[in-house]
């Protein structure tokens, strides 16, 4: 025990004499109550010693560091911190002991000598759900160290206890607070007593009794704010048994029912290809060619629109870095437009004489500027004298959109794409112009040579917008795009032959990526073939990340490739690359692998004289120093995010929309808003003559249920359910048709009492599957992933929302044909099923990362706004009646996350209107919106509901009572307000 003592003692006075000139932190000893489970309220910790945070001068707008406090209370030491956070927190972990996330932090470090002499230390880490973590992991099991955490709007706090019998008396303690990188902050530390120190601790003598606090651990997947509401209205019995489906299995497998979307929208881009094949064989000479390149470049730039001035990069370097070994690093940051800010590493040759040759880099969305293989080529190139930038892509490392986790750009990227259509840009535009403020960003420097200039882009999303960049920035000599010479050429290894001729260009298909798939890139014929050969006779290599199956010559690009450059005179300026191995296979890469770089390096000294390497350089550096956006220049820049700059962008848009509509007579302003969103939601028109196919019909006890089928494209039905109460033979009835993104299959599961109050009062019911939902897709799990046929229809230059649109029409238009239903009493139904998110707190996580502790569910607006369009363009709809709607497309930019799918984004649509303005132009028809939420699908408090629809509620001025506002979800409701307005009888 002496001896134990003594060590101790050598402990603290060889540390003193290191510089911890400090006192001993006596730990007081106090009684009282105490639960563990975030809350500080006790009056223990008014008993505590307060250990405030180092206030370190970040500047605005961080918050401050907060206060940890320590006490012993009956053989604990407990520990509290309140953190305080303006914004929301970033955690995802939780339990003991978890696989951390990069998420916000406290964490405690003591340092002693155990009872057995030897030199220990032990940490606990707490993130704010209370989610911790003590090292070394075999300490503490058991009740001997507990912890949890609470949440409110100012911040998070933490309750934590450590059994005394697992420290010693004495020894030292640090605290560091961890605020994990946020879009406008790098990752921030607070310290106690200081970075790097920590202070002698001394607890109160034994003798206490020990007493395990109480803990009480909140269970974060719980929603807090929306309670479910009891159903009163009666079930029928009758409903439940009725069939969800009109095609019977095998009716379904000889339709295709499943497929029949698809099989139209593959049918559709059939035709441009060949269109544009038809074309192709036309071009014979260079005049040929660039009246045919004219054409399609011309319908690229429509796409993307202009871009924005070029205001004042602000570029400087945040720190340089020179290693000794002949390349320095220089840490960049320069504004790409005003709020914009991109971090990038700029490779420089230690010594630079006269001009040097310069490599933009276009990372994949794997991973950001600091993966190694990225390190690799700048730090190779910039050894053998070639200037290489590196720029973090939007959605990616310092330029995080959402949360700093694995892989999260590919949920930033899917995001982005669809909040940036809305005021009519694009995530392509976004980032070729970051890159095109990148060449303008070294042309600043005068050792870079203007006439050298290469773009490289990445294996999966980064040869993406280095080709689109080099297709109209003429100041690119050369450009290595991989993986995007052809529409997704790894699909030659996943989905096996091709199903179109060697000559036909494939346009691609529709994903969650936008930038692999640009909006009009079909109907405006810029396939990425194309987009590549544009550059043409400037210097271009076909490259592909894995090998080309039976060789480059079996591309369908290269002849069209080798046929370009070969009408300049100028085949040399073409050539290409390709990796080893099949896809998935060994030869895959993150981003260019060394296999792949020692093929580009010999063609880029014969094209620019790029020096080759005589070896390949790699010391990966840790990712810290190759970081730009210190705190000083956060707190100065105030970096905005893409969400920001958006909604700035779509509010004025907007407000122009609203004021050219209100400059208009009464009557023009509804034909006006017609016109402008026909031009963005495509064709809408419905079929007029469209086939029905009457498939069966059943009496099922009080109703009578009748199945039909109605053509409304080519090769495309959707099925038709009509319920009408039995005996309602004499009297033509009014009619309610239902619609959801659920279907019909939605309604008959979840909406039974409305149902049959509707039908109790003799009003008939349609149930309607448009394209893409019920019976009509194979699987109903949506996300990312199942949107490849709205992307499609995007890519068609049409939307997902039109085409359901012309559904509905057409629908509509066969109910007013009918004889046993009144033409003048039609009401249209939107609903959703889904439960909104929590308004209180709302964990914002990917829909693409594997769930954290609290469910995020994605609106589904759809029926909403089907209703609501429909009754736009259809005047003999009477009422519209809608529930879990969007409130407005502009909330959907209010916040880095969109819970909102892309099969109802419209491009440009706020430059026609809002979803107020659609409800507002259909004043003074009878309209209810209830229990609707914003674009992270949290229901909206009724005073924010009625400030988001303030146009309609005006428009409604002269009849308020037919317009209806309710935040509540009563499911009774709806169905009471819909008889109300269709009083039965006849006609």
């Known amino acids: 025990m002496c001896r134990v003592v003594r060590s101790i003692a050598l402990l603290l006075a060889v540390s003193l004499a290191a510089g911890f000139t400090r006192t001993v932190l006596n730990i007081p000893s ?32 961080f918050p401050e560091g907060g206060e940890v406090r320590v006490v012993v209370r009956n053989g604990y030491l407990c520990l509290s911190a309140r953190l305080p956070e303006p914004g ?71 309750e934590a206890a450590i059994a005394v019998s697992h420290l010693a008396s004495i020894g030292f303690v640090g605290v560091e607070r961890v605020r994990a990188s946020r879009p406008n902050a790098p990752e921030l530390r607070w310290y106690w007593p200081g970075v790097n120190d920590r202070l002698p601790f001394q607890l109160p003598s034994s003798g206490i009794s020990i007493s395990v606090p109480k803990v009480v651990l909140k269970d974060w997947s719980t929603r807090e704010g929306t309670q479910p509401v009891r159903v009163t209205a009666t079930t029928s019995h009758a409903l439940t048994v009725v069939p969800h489906r009109v095609w019977t299995d095998p009716e379904r497998r000889k339709l295709a029912v499943e497929e029949m979307w698809r099989n139209n929208l593959k049918a559709r881009v059939a035709d441009v290809a060949a269109a544009e094949r038809k074309d192709w064989e036309k071009v014979r000479t260079v005049a040929d060619w660039e009246t045919f390149r004219e054409r399609r470049l011309a319908a690229l730039k429509e796409s993307l629109g202009p871009f924005p001035p070029r205001t004042p990069l602000r570029a400087e370097v945040t720190r340089r870095l020179d290693y000794g070994d002949g390349f320095v690093i220089e840490n960049v940051l320069f504004e790409s437009r005003p709020g914009l800010v991109v971090t990038a590493n700029l490779y420089l040759p230690a010594k630079i004489e006269g001009r040097i040759p310069a490599i933009v880099v276009v990372h994949s969305h794997h991973a950001p500027k600091v993966q190694s293989e990225l390190q690799d080529l700048g730090m190779t190139w910039s050894r053998n004298g070639t200037g290489v930038l590196v720029m973090d892509q939007l959605g990616a490392g310092e330029r995080l959109q959402s949360q700093p986790w694995p892989r999260e750009s590919y949920y930033s990227r899917y995001a982005m794409g669809m909040q940036l259509y809305l005021p009519g840009e694009s995530l392509m535009k976004w980032m070729v112009w970051d890159l095109m403020r990148g060449i303008d960003f070294l042309l600043e420097r005068p050792y870079i040579d203007p006439n050298r200039l290469v773009m490289l882009g990445a294996v999966a999303g980064g040869g993406d917008p280095a080709a689109v960049t080099a297709a109209l920035d003429s100041r690119i000599a050369a450009v290595i795009p991989f993986n995007f010479g052809e529409a997704g050429p790894e699909e030659h290894y996943t989905e096996g032959p091709r199903w179109y001729d060697f000559e036909t260009a494939w346009p691609g298909w529709g994903e969650w990526e936008s930038t692999r798939n640009l909006y009009k890139s079909i109907s405006g014929q810029f396939f990425p073939w194309f987009v590549c050969a544009s550059v043409a006779p400037r210097r271009f290599i076909y490259a592909f990340e894995i090998s080309w199956p039976k060789g480059v010559e079996q591309q369908p690009p ?76 956060a707190a100065e820049r105030k970096p905005k995010t893409v969400s920001e700059l958006a909604f700035i962008l779509a509010q004025e848009k907007l407000s122009d929309a609203r004021s050219k509509l209100n400059s208009l007579p009464p009557a023009e302003r509804l034909a006006s808003l017609r016109a402008s969103l026909q031009k963005r939601l495509g064709d809408i028109e419905p079929n007029p003559s469209a ?38 033979t004499n009297r033509r009835l009014p009619v309610v048709l239902a619609l959801a993104q659920e279907g019909k299959e939605g309604f008959l599961t979840n909406r039974n009492p409305e149902l049959t109050t509707l039908l109790g009062n003799g009003i008939a019911v349609c149930l309607v599957d448009v394209r893409g939902t019920g019976e009509m897709v194979r699987s109903q799990v949506r996300g990312p992933s199942a949107m490849s046929l709205a992307a499609t229809e995007l890519m068609l230059g049409q939307t997902a929302l039109g085409a359901r649109l012309k559904d509905t029409r057409t629908v509509l238009r066969y109910l007013l044909r009918r004889e046993d239903l009144d033409a003048e009493r039609i009401v249209l139904w939107g609903d959703s099923f889904v439960e909104p998110n929590s308004q209180p707190y709302v964990l914002d996580q990917s829909l693409n990362q594997e769930p954290g502790p609290q469910q995020i569910r994605q609106a589904e607006p759809l029926g909403s706004l089907l209703a609501l369009l429909a009754a736009l363009y259809e005047d003999r709809v009477m009422a519209v009646a809608t529930r879990r709607g969007l409130a407005s497309y502009l909330s959907a930019l209010k916040d880095p996350f969109c819970y909102v799918p892309l099969d109802v984004i419209v491009p440009s649509i706020v430059e026609s209107g809002d979803i107020p303005d659609i409800v507002a132009a259909l004043s003074p028809r009878p309209v209810l919106l209830q229990g609707f939420v914003d674009g992270r699908n949290r229901p909206l408090p009724q005073a924010a509901f009625e400030k988001e629809l303030a146009g309609a509620v005006a428009a409604y001025h002269r009849a308020p009572s037919v317009l209806t506002l309710r935040d509540d979800p009563d499911p009774t409701y709806l169905a009471k307000w819909i008889v109300s307005h269709l009083s039965p009888g006849p006609r």
């Open 691 to 728: 086939p029905v196919n009457s498939l069966w019909k059943k009496d099922v006890s009080e109703f009578v249920v009748e199945a039909v089928s109605l053509e409304t494209a080519p090769g495309l039905s959707v099925p038709v359910m009509l319920f009408k109460r039995r005996g309602e």
């Open 88 to 158: 929301r927190v970033v955690a995802r972990s939780t339990g003991r002991n978890p696989v951390w996330w990069n998420e916000d932090l406290i964490i405690w470090t003591f340092r002693y000598h155990s009872a057995e002499g030897r030199n220990t230390l032990l940490t606990l880490s707490v993130n704010p759900l209370g989610g911790y973590r003590v090292e070394p992991a075999g300490v503490g099991d058991g009740q001997a160290v507990v912890a949890a955490a609470d949440l409110d709007r100012e911040g998070w706090s933490v």
């Open 30 to 61: 106090a009684d009282g109550p105490l639960i563990v489970d975030g809350n500080l309220q006790e009056e223990l910790w008014k008993q505590a010693v307060p250990l405030p945070l180092a206030p370190v001068a970040f500047g605005k707008p």
């Open 558 to 633: 290269w002849p069209r490739y080798q046929k370009v450059f070969s009408l300049y005179g100028k085949r040399e300026n073409l050539d290409q690359v390709d990796g080893f191995g099949p896809f998935p296979g060994p030869g895959e890469c993150t981003n260019v692998g060394v296999y792949l770089r020692s093929k580009i390096y010999p063609i880029l000294k014969r094209w620019l004289d790029i020096n080759i390497p005589s070896k390949e350089y790699h010391n990966v550096r840790p990712d810290q120093d190759l970081m730009c956006l210190t705190p000083r220049a």
